[in-house]
């Protein structure tokens, strides 16, 4: 596969992301529909498994070619992740408790605003390699 240029790594971003969330959902809705789990704890299942297809994906599809070192880039997107788990998590706490919609619906919000972060820190930081222009 050739590197993408500039105007495809949005849309790769997109995709690789949207498998993630989708993963991230399902977890969580089946977590708790069939085990009866409280949305809250499901999520944190739901995010660690994302968490892999997220990376897997930006590493070799949305940020290929991009020049920084796998473990670095890891690293550094498991803080990022997690400080956007940390974000998703709070906000999804707050929203539980006051608003009228589902636990299905409040998390699909949460995760496309955490979605705008995470692209901003990938492409600004964590895959920020030799190749890599902003």
């Known amino acids: 596969m050739t590197v993408p240029t500039r105007a495809a790594r949005p849309l790769w971003f997109v995709a690789v992301g949207c498998i993630a969330a989708a993963v991230h959902w399902l977890v969580v809705v089946g977590l708790v529909e069939a085990a009866g789990w409280h949305p809250l704890v499901a ?3 739901g995010w660690l498994l994302a968490l892999s ?3 897997g994906g930006h590493h070799r599809l949305t940020f290929r070619g991009h020049g920084a070192p796998a473990a670095r880039s890891a690293m550094r997107f498991v803080l990022v992740s997690a400080a956007g788990f940390g974000v998703n998590e709070a ?11 589902g636990y299905q619906m409040l998390l699909g919000i949460v995760l496309v605003l955490v979605a705008v972060m ?11 390699g030799s190749s890599v222009k902003p």
Not at 92 to 101: E, K, N, R, T
């Open 91 to 101: 906000v999804y706490a707050v929203s539980l408790g006051w608003s009228g919609l």
């Open 43 to 45: 999520n944190v299942a």
């Open 53 to 55: 297809v997220s990376f």
């Open 118 to 128: 995470t692209w901003l820190l990938s492409r600004h930081w964590v895959f920020r």
